[in-house]
C-alpha cells in the first residue's frame, strides 16, 4: 500500500470509519455498502458517511474504482507520523477485554450487528499498532464471519 497522499490528519471518526471498511473488506472480499456503515458505527444518515469518505478520498486513504456500490479500496491504514500513539500495556489489556466480550456477545447471539463491531474493533487493533493482537483476532473473525448466517 502506498503512503498517503497529503499529511492532513484524519479525524477519530474517519479513522474509526477507514478501520471498518479495511476489516470488512478483508472479511468480505468487497467493500461494504454506505448503509452497511452507517449502521455499523452508528451514524444517523448515509450523508454522514459520505463526507467522511469523500474526506478520506481526499487524503489519500481510500479510493473508488468506480461509480457503482461497494467500490471502495483501501489505500492505506498507514497513519501520518503525527498520529500515531503510544499504547500504554494497560491500555491494550482494556482493548483486547472488549473484544473478547464482543466475541463471547457475538457467539452467545450470532448477531450480525455484533459481527460489524468486531470488524471495527478489530481494525482498531491495526490502527493502534497492536499488531499481534490484530493478527490474532482476524483469523477469530475470518471464522466468525465464515460461518456467520445472516
Do not use: C
Not at 458517511?49 to 479500496?73: C, F, M, P, Q, W
Request: proline letters at 2%; charged letters at 25%.
Amino acid at each position: 500500500m502506498n503512503e498517503p497522499q497529503t499529511n492532513e490528519r484524519s479525524t477519530k471518526r474517519q479513522r474509526e470509519l477507514l478501520s471498518f471498511v479495511d476489516a470488512f473488506i478483508q472479511g468480505h472480499g468487497y467493500g461494504p455498502s454506505y448503509r452497511e456503515i452507517m449502521r455499523a458505527l452508528g451514524y444517523k444518515s448515509v450523508s454522514t458517511v459520505a463526507v467522511h469518505i469523500e474526506g478520506l478520498i481526499t487524503k489519500g486513504y481510500l479510493r473508488k474504482r468506480d461509480n457503482s456500490a461497494r467500490s471502495l479500496e483501501v489505500v492505506t491504514t498507514r497513519l501520518t507520523k503525527s498520529e500515531h500513539h503510544v499504547v500504554t500495556q494497560a491500555q491494550e489489556k482494556w482493548i483486547t477485554g472488549v473484544v473478547n466480550r464482543k466475541f463471547d456477545e457475538y457467539e452467545q447471539t450470532g448477531s450480525g450487528e455484533v459481527l460489524d463491531e468486531l470488524f471495527v474493533l478489530v481494525g482498531a487493533l491495526k490502527i493502534l499498532g497492536l499488531d499481534e493482537a490484530y493478527v490474532a483476532y482476524r483469523s477469530r473473525l475470518q471464522a466468525a464471519n465464515r460461518s456467520h448466517k445472516p
